[in-house]
């Protein structure tokens, strides 16, 4: 069993949106920092995005306006807001937590979770 399950993909036409969500897999796990990641086809697993438990985010340029991460503590839940939606956004979307976050950057922790399929199609 993975530590994190991430949920919320699907098939969306170009210039739509969706919304991923990440939580811990079991009760005895929290929500600290937290990365969104994803993998396209023949390419690297690659950072999206990240936040840490105050709320401060970084994003990477491909995805700045057009996506958003939250989270909600007391649901230990973080979320990817997509919009805009692309069809180079197609990929497994991950999110990763017990890394550190810092106003560089986050470096990414050793728990994930099994992947979320996002397909834009134009």
């Known amino acids: 069993q993975m530590p994190l399950v991430e949920s919320g993909g699907g098939l969306v036409q170009a210039g739509g949106s969706l919304t991923l969500s990440c939580r811990p897999s079991g009760r005895t796990m929290g929500l600290g920092a937290v990365g969104w990641y994803r993998q396209a086809p023949g390419k690297r697993r690659a950072l999206v995005g990240d936040i840490n438990s105050a709320g401060q985010t970084h994003y990477v340029e491909p995805v700045e306006g057009r996506f958003t991460i939250s989270r909600d503590n007391a649901k230990s839940t973080a979320y990817l807001q997509m919009n805009s939606l692309k069809p180079e956004d197609t990929a497994v979307y991950y999110c990763?937590?017990?890394?550190?976050?810092?106003?560089?950057?986050?470096?990414?922790?050793?728990?994930w979770g099994q992947g979320t399929q996002v397909t834009v199609s134009s």
């Open positions: 990763n937590t017990g890394g550190t976050w810092t106003s560089e950057g986050y470096v990414q922790g050793d728990y």
